[in-house]
């Protein structure tokens, strides 16, 4: 079985497509943390023009109230007046508290801005986000405040934990793993095209090991691509990255409303990610020695990947089905309760998958 998986090592580099890919990979990464490492002083100037935004759109307001009342005063137009004024003074504290670098008085500031914007609301005035995202982000912000964290960019930070999740939601998902799969189908049926797959049949080496030892060639290579994606990650992270203390605590919204650490939503990112790469090599065994074409079975994986995307588009999953684990960000986020259950599915569904290969492969000829 060894020597079966050092033959199968021996082509895939021997023809340079996956070291290329692997290195390609590996200057996405390195590429997107450059990216996130030089637009660090972006994240402070995106928060002062979102709020200086809304502060001037309140401003608006009120001097168009003020002007307003000199010509029709009203008790009404006197509590707009005072209510904007009292979201636009609260605006001031937030962006100065933003641009003195103090993270605590920014999270309260900004608390204290959304409480008085939903009050401004119900006297009919106008504030750019709707009442559900400020209770969100004072959700967020009290939860920060408890755990002794400042507030991160989910999209530009460049702290370990925080830019991992980022790098699950670039490569394990579902067109990450579609390329992947592109690349390692010509290693299965170019044998059948080329019919080289004879000579490996006549080897003293039954079907069904040689089948194994071709899913455990291609999954090793998955799998040291996985490692190279995390491990290049984490290392640009801890040596170039910031990084706060306890930020495995760092809390994530789920779409029920609560929070996950982010140190358990990588966990379990891990844990599927692994998993469901093992569940698409299997897969693509099974098609590729049942279609034996490389653009068939390509077409064939293309097809069922995103067809299962689309379907997780619309918010539709079931627990037992192993697609359902593609989209690993999604799934976490809607169902982190699920992760047990989850892994067995998915691991029982490579199992089930193999052994439909063999099973197939000993009943037709070469």
């Keep these: 079985m060894t020597r079966l998986i050092q033959f199968e090592w021996k082509k895939m580099i021997r023809t340079k497509f996956y070291i290329l890919f692997l290195l390609l990979s590996v200057l996405f990464v390195s590429g997107l943390f450059l990216r996130n490492f030089l637009l660090q002083e972006e994240i402070v100037n995106k928060k002062i023009e979102k709020f200086s935004e809304y502060r001037k759109d309140i401003l608006s307001q009120v001097v168009?109230?003020?002007k307003m009342m000199e010509d029709f005063p009203s008790p009404e137009l006197e509590e707009k007046i005072e209510a904007g004024l009292l979201v636009y003074r609260a605006l001031n504290q937030l962006i100065e508290s933003i641009e003195d670098g103090n993270w605590k008085e920014e999270l309260q500031y900004e608390i204290q801005v959304y409480e008085l914007a939903m009050?401004?609301?119900?006297?009919?005035?106008q504030f750019k986000l709707s009442e559900k995202d400020m209770q969100k982000e004072i959700q967020l912000n009290e939860e920060l405040l408890k755990r002794g964290l400042a507030k991160e960019d989910l999209d530009l930070s460049i702290n370990p934990p925080i830019f991992l999740k980022k790098i699950v939601t670039f490569f394990f998902h579902t067109f990450g793993f579609l390329i992947l799969l592109f690349l390692l189908t010509i290693y299965i049926t170019r044998e059948f095209e080329e019919h080289s797959i004879q000579i490996a049949f006549t080897l003293p080496v039954s079907k069904s090991r040689y089948i194994i030892s071709k899913f455990l060639s291609l999954f090793s290579a998955g799998f040291i691509w996985w490692i190279a994606i995390f491990g290049v990650s984490y290392l640009l992270t801890t040596l170039f990255g910031t990084s706060q203390e306890n930020s495995l605590v760092y809390p994530l919204f789920t779409q029920s409303g609560n929070f996950l650490d982010i140190g358990d939503y990588l966990w379990q990112a891990i844990g599927y990610s692994i998993l469901f790469l093992s569940f698409a090599i299997s897969l693509l065994v099974f098609f590729g020695f049942l279609l034996r074409n490389t653009i068939v079975t390509s077409l064939l994986v293309f097809v069922l990947l995103i067809g299962n995307h689309l379907v997780l588009r619309e918010d539709i999953t079931a627990l037992f089905n192993p697609f359902s684990y593609q989209q690993i960000d999604f799934i976490i986020l809607k169902e982190p309760t699920y992760y047990s259950m989850g892994l067995v599915v998915i691991f029982c569904?490579?199992?089930?998958?193999?052994?439909?290969?063999?099973?197939?492969?000993?009943r037709r000829g070469i």
């Design 64 to 66: 168009t109230y003020q």
């Design 119 to 125: 009050d401004y609301k119900k006297i009919e005035g």
């Design 349 to 362: 569904a490579t199992v089930i998958t193999l052994i439909f290969t063999i099973l197939l492969n000993k």
